[in-house]
T-cell receptor, first 114, second 111 residues
């Protein structure tokens, strides 16, 4: 069965600083990988996805992520964080052969200092 | 215009009651899902459903049942509600193996 680990429960960064959120997955084949963001009281919005091809994927709001098969990782990065980026971030792996159900990591709460 | 919509947004009910949460998607997707987010923000799949197949997460109690009147709707019925059912429930949809689009969530509180 697949699993996703987000090692950092909370991260605080200063506005304008760079950001990296870690994600490690376990999956028996080439995974579908996703990053979603959840603002308070809201649903989940897709930031970016990896299905195949170029291992560096660009998403919305200036985010990018890099798939590293050798490390089973899919870390999310942003070069300069804005106060509006404060939210909960979820990494997820999609099961290709089980109804496309997503397995989520535990989430990382990002706080941004002015 | 909302792609995936759920109703109600908030639901407060007593233990032992039966309740339903409705979900509709206007994206023409072939697969719909229900996820549960607990108080620690942990998200877990409950069901995946398309017009051919229902996949149930084995940890979901049989008090929970999805019902799909048509391709655009997947409602969640919960019988004999328990305190532990309190959570935020998210509906989502996708086309094939593409990304899932989520609704705004339904916060269920069982008292």
């Amino acid at each position: 069965a697949q699993s996703v680990t987000q090692p950092d429960i909370h991260i605080t960064v200063s506005e304008g600083a760079s950001l990296e959120l870690r994600c490690n997955y376990s999956y028996g084949a080439t995974p579908y990988l996703f990053w979603y963001v959840q603002s308070p009281g809201q649903g989940l919005q897709l930031l970016l996805k990896y299905f195949s091809g170029d291992t560096l994927v660009q998403g919305i709001k200036g985010f990018e992520a890099e798939f590293k098969r050798s490390q089973s990782s899919f870390n999310l990065r942003k070069p300069s964080v804005h106060w509006s980026d404060a939210a909960e971030y979820f990494c997820a792996v999609g099961a290709r052969n089980a109804g496309n159900m997503l397995t989520f990591g535990g989430g990382t709460r990002l706080m941004v200092k002015p | 215009d909302t792609a995936v919509s759920q109703t109600p947004k908030y639901l407060v009910t007593q233990m032992g009651n039966d309740k339903s949460i409705k979900c509709e998607q206007n994206l023409g997707h072939d697969t719909m899902y229900w996820y549960k987010q607990d108080s620690k923000k942990f998200l877990k799949i409950m069901f995946s459903y398309n017009n051919k197949e229902l996949i149930i997460n084995e940890t979901v109690p049989n008090r929970f049942s999805p019902k799909s009147p048509d391709k655009a709707h997947l409602n969640l019925h919960i019988n004999s509600l328990e305190l532990g059912d309190s959570a935020v429930y998210f509906c989502a949809s996708s086309q094939g193996s593409s990304e899932a689009f989520f609704g705004q969530g339904t916060r269920l509180t069982v008292v």
